[in-house]
C-alpha cells in the first residue's frame, strides 16, 4: 500500500456520515482483507478490502473494524499487536496504540481478544450491519457472537434482531466521489497517462507485447503508484480478446497494438484504453475502423451529464457503431433494424462503461428500481466503445445466435486482425463532464505525432 494521499479528517467524516445513517441502536462490522497465499511461502502482495480501507484508511490485514454509534468510543478495530521479531521478517505494525494514535481509532484491542470483547457490544443493539455472505468464516464468527449474546437472554440481554447489509448504504456513499477522492484520481489518471504515452514513444516492430507492458509498470512505480488491474497488451489478433494478458507475442509491422492499463494510488484505479498502429501509422481500414469508435466515443461522452441515465452513453455509441459498420460495409440492412437485432454484437459484443473509483469495476447500483440510474456530480465512469475483428475475419451473427443457430460469416481480408477499443474516465460535473485521461493522445494525427518522437 502506498502512502495514504487522503487526509484522517476525512475517513472521520465518512464514519460520521455512516453511523447517522445506520441510527441509533446499531452496529457496523468490517472485517479486513485476507493475506493470501500465492505459492509454498510466498503471498501475493497485500491489497485492503476497499470498504474496510474507505472507512479507516488502515492498511494491515487480520482486523477488524468495528462502527458503535451513540458511545464515547464510537470506532473501535481489533488488529495485530506489535511484535518485534515478525517486524523483522514482514515490515512493521500499528498495533493498537498506534492504531489511535495515527488513524483515529477511538479504542483499539489485540485481535486476539476479538472474541471476549466483541460479543458485549453486540448486546442491546438492535440491527447489525455488515457484508452478509462475502466472507463465510466472518459470517460463523458473527453468528456465533450473535448466539453468545442471545445466551444470556434471561438476564435481560437482548440480542440483535436485524442484520442488515452494510453495502447498501455504504456502496450509495462511495458511488459519488468527495472532492479529496477526485484529487487522487487525477493524480492515478495522470501518471495513467503518461504511461500510455510512453509506451506509444517506445513501441516498434518487432518487440515483444511484455515489452511494452514492462515501460507502463516502469512509469507507474517510478511515480509511486501501482497497477489497478493487470495490464492487456495485445497486437494484431490478440487485439481482438478482451481480457488478454498472456502480453507474450510479438509486434508484427502493420498490426495494431491495444493497451489497456490504469494505475492504483492510495486505492483509486485509473482505466485507460488506447489503440495504435505497431509502425506509427494506420492504414485505410485500421483508420476507417479507428475513426468509428473515436466517433461512438465522443457520442458516448457526450451523454455523460447531470439529467442523462446510465443507458444513454451506451445507446448513444450502439447506435454510431452500427450506423458506422453498415457504411462501411460490415453490415447490411437498415440501422434500426440493426439495432433491435443487435447485429454489433458481432462486432461489440460488451458494455460502453461501468463505474469507476476504489475498484475498477466500481461499486454502486446502475438501476434504481428498474430504471437505470440517472448521472449526479461526483460519479465517475469509464467510456469505452470498440470493434473487434479477429483473424479469418469470422464473426458470429448475433441474431441467429440468439435462437440457438451458429452461423458464421467471412469478411475480407483487409478487415482482419483489427481490434480497437478506446477508454477514458469520466467525471460527472455540475454542468456536464470532466474527461480525467484526456491527456492520452487519441486523435489520429497526434498518435501518429507522438509515435514519431524517440521513446
Known sequence: MLARAIPSTVFARRRRTLMERMGPGSIALLPAASSMPRNRDVHYPYRQDSDFYYLTGFPEPEAVAVLAPGGEREFLLFCRERDPQMEIWHGRRAGPRGAMDRYGVDNAHPITEIDRRLPPLLENRERVFYAIGYNPDFDRQVMDWINQVRSKARSGVRAPVAFIALEHLLHAMRLRKEPEEIAVMRESARIAVEAHCRAMRTCRPGMLEYELEAEILHTFLRNGAGWSYPSIVGGGDNSCILHYTENNAPLRDGDIVLIDAGAEVDGYASDITRSFPVNGRFSGEQRAIYELVLAAQ??????????????????????????????????????????????????????????????????????????????????????????????????????????????????????????????????????????????????????????????
Open 298 to 455: 465522443k457520442a458516448a461522452i457526450a451523454k455523460v451529464r447531470p439529467g442523462c441515465h446510465f443507458n444513454e452513453p451506451h445507446d448513444a455509441a450502439v447506435r454510431t457503431l452500427t450506423e458506422g459498420l453498415v457504411a462501411l460495409g460490415l453490415l447490411r440492412g437498415e440501422a434500426e433494424a440493426l439495432i433491435e437485432q443487435e447485429q454489433h454484437k458481432q462486432f461489440y459484443m460488451h458494455r460502453t462503461g461501468h463505474w469507476l473509483g476504489m475498484d475498477v469495476h466500481d461499486v454502486g447500483d446502475y438501476k434504481t428500481g428498474d430504471d437505470w440510474r440517472v448521472f449526479e456530480p461526483g460519479m465517475v465512469t469509464t467510456i469505452e466503445p470498440g470493434l473487434y475483428i479477429p483473424a479469418g475475419g469470422k464473426v458470429m451473427d448475433a441474431h441467429w445466435a440468439r435462437l440457438g443457430v451458429y452461423l458464421e460469416s467471412e469478411l475480407d481480408e483487409r478487415w482482419w486482425r483489427i481490434g480497437v477499443r478506446i477508454e477514458d474516465d469520466v467525471l460527472v460535473t455540475t454542468d456536464g463532464n470532466e474527461v480525467l485521461t484526456a491527456g492520452a493522445p487519441k486523435e489520429i494525427d497526434a498518435i501518429e505525432a507522438l509515435m514519431r518522437e524517440d521513446g
